[in-house]
């Protein structure tokens, strides 16, 4: 009898234990889920704003503008500079300084009496973009090797979800109680996160914590074949979605009737493939990341060739460009989960270094891409001339996934 109750304790014991831990993982997933979110959702939140904001301040709108700008600059280089602090602090301190900081520049810019002022903590609350890194990297050292990319893919739907009902939050507050209200808003959801995270996010970096010079590990991930692979993917495929996102209200916007409502609906679309590949990308957790890379981006070639020859056959419909473009959101969808697992990979104690740099190289090199791209757009023929164009980004970013998944099989050749 006695022995039957030791069993009953054991058995009573390692349950309590697994649903502790099933729980603790649930509250992590949560966090990390609220932290990559929050990361991205002050990006355009306060778009609709914009010409109330300038008027309040009695500034030339182009002025306001810089917010966007600004704020863009400053976020890639926290994504450089916060990869590389949690590789050497530890992921936790960095997350809940950069959410910090965040707190108090909404709170900035609510208060703020100027445009100088207003600018200065705009830019500050690019702090948040340090969030992102952190997350990708607590993610892959707290799941298994073959779950990390799916657990990815589900925090990459929270990247889609929050810029696609960011404007639509925004513009109510600021009609419902003026702009000022969305940066408080930005700042009570902050403080909401931070409180929450202080309580359950755990430090993972213990054991690859880096004491190195930052700039040779920069200059260690810059000498990989495999990181730049890797990296030039995400730039490309980044590239891609900015070519379409400048060019797409101008070749189409005839075809919807200039109803700003419906172009906004249509474009839409691409931002739900993005969720759609993101939730695909856990059904490819058995391939490596450089075949899912490969898979991804003949996904995205594919339906933008359909596209082009549409529009070379005449095809009018509004449907026939938005419908070939959705796979510009499913192929990255797929891309980003693959491709930062991929770069987090590289070198494994210098996880978070490698995906800030990845972040901000794909940051600024699809803004370089787009750049470029925008020179040859808003001529005769604007359909044909942009299908061309984003397939040619398209299949820039193949072209690196197949160099990666090339490395991938050298790499796994010679380990074998």
């Known amino acids: 009898m006695t022995r039957h109750n030791a069993v009953q304790n054991s058995s009573s014991r390692m349950t309590d ?21 929050l990361s991205v959702l002050p990006v355009n939140i306060y778009l609709p704003a914009l010409p ?14 810089l917010s966007v700008a600004g ?38 810019c609510a208060l703020a009496p100027n445009i100088g002022i207003f600018l200065l903590f705009r830019a500050m609350q690019a702090s948040i973009a340090a969030c992102f890194c952190v997350a990708l990297v607590v993610i892959k050292e707290t799941a298994g090797e073959g779950q990390a990319a799916n657990r990815i893919g589900y925090a990459a739907m929270g990247w889609a979800i929050a810029p696609m009902l960011g404007p639509t939050f925004g513009g109510a507050l600021d009609e419902l109680f003026g702009w000022r209200s969305i940066f408080v ?36 991930l810059l000498g990989s074949a495999r990181f730049w692979a890797y990296a030039l ?18 070749a189409v916007g005839e075809s919807v009737g200039g109803s700003s409502a419906k172009l906004g609906f249509y474009m839409g679309m691409i931002p739900a493939g993005f969720i759609l590949g993101s939730y695909l ?23 933008l060739l359909f596209g082009l020859i549409f529009s070379m056959s005449g095809a009018t419909h509004v449907l026939a460009f938005f419908g070939p473009c959705i796979f510009i959101g499913i192929g990255n969808g797929l891309t980003f989960p693959a491709a930062n697992l991929g770069v987090m990979s590289v070198r494994g104690n210098l996880a978070g270094t ?13 803004a370089l891409i787009a750049s470029v791209a925008g020179l040859f757009l808003g001529g005769p023929g604007a359909v044909h001339t942009l299908f061309g164009l984003l397939l040619i980004s398209a299949s820039l970013a193949l072209s690196a996934a197949l160099f990666a998944a090339l490395v991938d099989r050298r790499t796994a050749d010679n380990g074998s």
């Open 17 to 37: 234990t697994t649903v502790a831990t099933s729980t603790a993982a649930a509250h992590r997933r949560t966090i990390l889920l609220l932290l990559t979110a």
């Open 52 to 65: 109330n904001i300038a008027a309040t301040f009695q500034a030339d709108f182009a002025l306001v503008n």
């Open 71 to 108: 704020y863009a600059i400053v976020n890639a280089l926290t994504e450089i500079v916060a990869g590389a602090m949690s590789d050497r602090y530890g992921r936790r301190p960095v997350a809940l300084v950069a959410v910090a900081i965040f707190i108090v520049a909404s709170v900035g």
């Open 185 to 220: 808003a930005l700042a009570l959801l902050g403080a909401a996160i931070l409180a929450i995270s202080m309580r359950e996010l755990k430090e993972t970096a213990h054991k690859s914590r880096s004491r190195g010079n930052h700039f040779a590990s920069y200059g260690q």
């Open 233 to 250: 993917c995400m730039a490309c495929s980044t590239g891609t979605l900015y070519i379409f996102l400048g060019g797409a209200s101008s």
């Open 281 to 303: 990308a856990g059904r490819f957790t058995g391939n490596s990341p450089g075949t899912t890379l490969v898979i991804a981006r003949l996904v995205t070639c594919m339906g």
């Open 354 to 366: 490698a995906a800030g740099l990845a972040a901000a190289m794909s940051i600024g090199g699809g």
